[in-house]
């Protein structure tokens, strides 16, 4: 079964509309993060948070804001949604007492038209 | 300058045969880790197998394994007996530093396993 979850799956969104991505582990790892995955860039760490309440910025936070509300559940929500956030988002769980081995969600496919 | 360097874009093998994928790694801290994923083309992303760089043993789970070479920064992954359903683009990251969103991925190789 599936320990790390996202919604939607895929997505068409509007410039300027806000958009919200979901994402649910049962592995209870403290650690969770927001990918974004482009040809050319591979993947690329947009923010990340060490439990409840805690939200950190990754390497590309501009555009985005994370927010944490439990240990199982971790958004990834765009404001303003722009046609270069056009992407696949990938969440993942650390497991800290495994080197923080990553577990990856499906992944969400998002295209802002 | 990349951290983490893969330099085979595509292997093709036969089915059944052992496939080896390269990986370099950079870095200053005498403790890190290393890491295979797998991608396939449903675009689904699997943990496959890890080595901690103070363990001198080579990992090994199922048909997977590592070829550690400390000295030369070098983490190559090994799969024995390949199957069709082995085809998938596979990524090599490394994780140091305190910090636990220190992860740093390859470009990724693309294994085509022929029948």
């Known amino acids: 079964e599936a320990a790390v979850t996202q919604s939607p799956r895929n997505k068409v969104a509007v410039t300027g509309g806000k958009v919200t991505l979901s994402c649910n582990q049962t592995n209870n790892h403290n650690n969770m993060y927001w990918y974004r995955q482009d040809t050319g860039h591979g993947l690329r760490l947009i923010h990340y948070s060490y439990g409840a309440g805690s939200t950190e910025k990754g390497d590309i936070p501009d555009g985005y804001k994370a927010s944490r509300p ?6 990834l929500i765009l404001e303003l949604a722009t046609p270069s956030q056009t992407s696949v988002y990938f969440c993942a769980s650390g497991d800290p007492g495994a080197g923080n081995t990553l577990y990856f969600g499906e992944g969400s496919r998002l295209i802002v038209v | 300058a990349q951290k983490v360097t893969q330099t085979q874009t595509s292997i093709s093998v036969m089915e059944k ?3 080896t994928m390269d990986c370099v790694y950079e870095t200053q801290d005498s403790s890190y880790f290393l890491f295979w994923y797998k ?18 043993e080579n990992a090994t789970v199922g048909h997977y394994s590592l070829n550690f070479q400390k000295p030369k920064s070098s983490i190559g992954l090994i ?23 220190n992860f740093y991925f390859g470009k990724g190789t693309s294994l085509t396993v022929i029948p």
């Open chain 2, 39 to 56: 991608q396939t083309a449903s675009g689904e992303i699997v943990f496959l197998i890890r080595q901690d760089s103070y363990k001198k």
């Open chain 2, 17 to 19: 045969t052992t496939v």
């Open chain 2, 79 to 101: 799969i024995t007996a390949t199957q069709i359903e082995d085809s998938a683009v596979y990524f090599c990251a490394m994780r140091e530093g305190p910090g636990y969103q």
């Open chain 1, 70 to 75: 439990s240990q199982e559940n971790f958004s």
